[in-house]
């Protein structure tokens, strides 16, 4: 199977690219713009299989989203290119229109003129998978608000962003299953709680905090730390969507959750407590926690109910929260090149002798 990967070189499409090149035997063709995000050296283990091929691409370019598709001829689409940092969407609202919206629909306007070429086998076969998230819902009731069972995100929630990026998402999700009503376009939507673990790009809470620790700079918490999220560990979610791109049934959702519930002070503590134990200094790293005045329209809670894809695909996650925060502790402890290649620009100036002035 020959599968176009969007966004490869971020969070999440490296792992998911790493999975499948290490453990399937599909191949890769992986199209990414390479933002202040993307990052090929996520991808140095599996960049020299005969299986995987790189494209910089920007998702918004018909012309050259047209190309790679003649040339590489995919079975399917994974899309995960996205902006994707909340913060930065409430800055700067219009690079999030731009590629989650405008891309998603110059993407799905590509692979419909490739998709209706084929012939009827190979148009039956055809994937569009959409990766998207659970911000698009909204929030939850939490704790503080409501006593008993609280509810969960289903594939039938009704949506309610509360922040530019994830309306942009959620606009994205609504072309994708236009695309599918009008014109019969193949497509499957997943929606995953946050996610965490190795290769994450130092502006995300987990690893803001564990570098920040390490630097003896504060640790940022917005409020009270009280927000609730669902946290799922980047590998579990990469299985996950394979099985959806090989299983899934077209037209379908499904939300994907790590059975992780934790308050956002509840994770620093626990990133604290890990560095306590492995890189001990005189002070618990928890004196650096620093509260600082919360962001506008933060949604309290987020909680997926994975129920469809486990009873219908077979899949769980394998990390439960404490095995996969102390993985990714010691993944960043072990890892300083990674890190200090990113944050000092490094890689950025290695991009730019290796593919010119436009990266």
């Given at each position: 199977m020959i599968i176009l990967v969007s966004g490869g070189a971020g969070f999440i499409g490296s792992a998911l690219i790493r999975d499948i090149i290490q453990n399937t035997n599909s191949r890769v063709v992986n199209i990414d713009k390479l933002t202040y995000a993307g990052n090929l050296e996520s991808l140095i283990e599996v960049s020299n299989s005969d299986r995987y091929t790189f494209e910089q691409v920007d998702i918004c370019n018909r012309a050259e989203l047209d190309r790679v598709f003649r040339t590489y001829q995919p079975q399917a689409v994974m899309h995960l290119a996205a902006e994707s940092h909340v913060d930065r969407s409430i800055s700067g609202p219009a690079d999030f229109i731009e590629t989650n919206i405008v891309g998603t629909y110059t993407l799905l306007e590509a692979a419909r003129a490739y998709?209706?070429?084929l012939d009827e086998p190979s148009k039956s076969a055809f994937r569009f998978h959409h990766i998207s998230t659970d911000e698009v819902?909204?929030?939850l009731p939490h704790p503080e608000e409501q006593e008993g069972i609280l509810p969960l995100f289903t594939e039938f929630t009704p949506y309610g962003p509360s922040s530019p990026y994830s309306a942009s998402k959620a606009s994205s999700d609504h072309l994708v299953r236009a695309w599918r009503r009008t014109y019969g376009l193949p497509t499957i939507v997943t929606n995953c709680s946050n996610n965490y673990g190795p290769y994450h790009f130092p502006e995300k809470?987990?690893?803001l905090v564990i570098l920040n620790a390490?630097?003896?700079?504060p640790l940022p918490v917005y409020g009270k730390g009280d927000q609730i999220r669902d946290w799922l560990y980047?590998?579990?979610?990469?299985?996950a969507l394979y099985k959806v791109v090989t299983e899934g049934k077209v037209g379908d959702t499904y939300n994907i959750g790590g059975h992780n519930e934790k308050q956002n002070i509840d994770v620093v503590h626990a990133i604290c407590d890990l560095l306590d134990e492995l890189v001990p200094k005189s002070q618990s790293y928890r004196e650096q926690i620093t509260f600082v005045p919360d962001r506008p329209g933060h949604d309290r809670r987020y909680a997926i109910d994975a129920?469809?894809?486990e009873a219908e695909l077979g899949w769980r996650p394998?990390?439960?929260?404490e095995s996969g925060i102390r993985k990714t502790v010691e993944w960043y402890l072990n890892n300083q090149d990674w890190v200090n290649s990113v944050k000092s620009g490094a890689y950025r100036n290695w991009l730019t002798l290796q593919y010119g002035e436009k990266v």
């Open positions: 998709w209706t070429g819902y909204g929030d809470l987990i690893p390490l630097e003896g700079k980047v590998e579990d979610h990469a299985r129920t469809k894809i394998r990390e439960s929260f």
